[in-house]
């Protein structure tokens, strides 16, 4: 790979991540290995859309693509980042304060709400699935909110730095479900949740009347709000295997060494 290349994949990542809206997490508290430092990727001053590293505008006539695509109302992924540290000590199953080696695995859960209303391709179909009952992809119109989660195991955490860790939604999925209005990051080790969920919101959203942030918080603190929007309302509907880890994505090229590897399956 030719180094103009590299370094405009890595620049592109930071250039994505700096311009988008920033959660800031919770300190580190006793007996708590990892912290949250900050996520982002939802609202700010830009619109959250990044290119592919290998995006060029003569790439596409390389592999015999035509022009159609330049009609295309969406020209990138949408990319959602979360930074967090690793404390050098830990509490053993018996209690017991001990160094920090490296933590084997770590479970990362990431949530996001979309809102169709702000795609211009569902707009555009809404009017006729109402009158069809329905569309080809979208059975239920009324169903405007799209949920995406998933949760990534990462191996080999090394303690005393930052770590890195995203996920992307693609460029089709992007045209079709239109804008995040909230990301929440949750981190486990060993089925325990390493401090607060984190959460950051566009403006004061809601979903069928009901505030986001409201939902987001129960009488403990931040709860796992995508886990109990489908029972609150009808307008939010669950989609499944569009979310990806960053290295299954052409991101995966850019910077890899800063961010955390995904576990394998056997």
């Given at each position: 790979m030719k180094?103009w290349m590299?370094?405009?994949?890595?620049?592109l990542?930071?250039t994505?991540?700096?311009a988008?809206?920033?959660?800031k997490g919770?300190?580190?508290?006793?007996g708590?290995?990892?912290a949250?430092e900050?996520?982002?990727g939802?609202?700010?001053?830009?619109?959250?859309?990044v290119?592919?590293?290998q995006?060029?505008p003569?790439?596409?006539?390389y592999?015999?693509?035509?022009?159609?695509y330049?009609?295309?109302?969406?020209?990138?992924?949408?990319?959602f980042?979360?930074?967090?540290?690793?404390g050098?000590?830990?509490?053993?199953?018996?209690?017991?304060?001990?160094?920090i080696?490296?933590?084997?695995e770590?479970?990362?859960?990431?949530?996001?709400?979309y809102?169709m209303?702000?795609s211009?391709?569902?707009?555009?179909?809404?009017?006729?699935?109402?009158?069809a009952k329905g569309?080809?992809?979208w059975?239920n119109?009324?169903?405007?909110y799209s949920?995406?989660?998933?949760t990534?195991?990462y191996?080999?955490?090394?303690?005393?730095?930052?770590?890195?860790?995203?996920?992307?939604l693609?460029p089709?999925?992007?045209?079709?479900?239109?804008?995040?209005?909230?990301?929440?990051v949750?981190?486990?080790v060993?089925?325990?949740?390493?401090?607060?969920?984190?959460?950051?919101f566009?403006?004061?959203?809601k979903?069928?009347?009901?505030s986001?942030?409201?939902?987001?918080?129960?009488?403990?603190?931040?709860?796992?709000?995508w886990?109990?929007?489908?029972?609150?309302t009808?307008?939010?509907v669950?989609?499944?295997?569009?979310?990806r880890?960053?290295?299954?994505?052409?991101?995966?090229?850019?910077?890899d060494?800063?961010?955390?590897?995904v576990?394998?399956?056997?």
């Amino acid at each position: 790979m030719k180094k103009w290349m590299f370094f405009t994949m890595i620049a592109l990542c930071a250039t994505c991540a700096m311009a988008q809206k920033k959660s800031k997490g919770s300190a580190m508290k006793e007996g708590q290995v990892i912290a949250i430092e900050e996520i982002s990727g939802v609202g700010g001053d830009s619109d959250y859309t990044v290119a592919a590293p290998q995006a060029s505008p003569k790439f596409k006539k390389y592999i015999n693509h035509t022009s159609d695509y330049s009609d295309d109302s969406v020209k990138g992924w949408h990319y959602f980042e979360v930074a967090y540290e690793v404390g050098s000590t830990g509490i053993d199953k018996d209690g017991a304060k001990k160094p920090i080696l490296v933590i084997p695995e770590i479970e990362v859960t990431y949530a996001l709400l979309y809102d169709m209303s702000k795609s211009k391709l569902a707009s555009a179909v809404k009017g006729q699935a109402a009158k069809a009952k329905g569309a080809i992809g979208w059975e239920n119109p009324k169903e405007m909110y799209s949920l995406f989660t998933t949760t990534i195991t990462y191996t080999t955490i090394t303690p005393k730095r930052s770590h890195y860790a995203a996920v992307c939604l693609p460029p089709s999925a992007v045209a079709v479900y239109g804008e995040p209005i909230a990301f929440s990051v949750q981190i486990k080790v060993d089925g325990v949740q390493q401090g607060n969920i984190e959460t950051v919101f566009k403006g004061d959203a809601k979903v069928a009347g009901k505030s986001l942030k409201d939902i987001a918080y129960d009488k403990n603190g931040p709860c796992a709000w995508w886990e109990r929007i489908e029972n609150l309302t009808d307008a939010v509907v669950k989609r499944d295997g569009i979310l990806r880890d960053r290295s299954a994505t052409p991101f995966a090229l850019a910077g890899d060494m800063y961010y955390d590897q995904v576990k394998m399956d056997k």
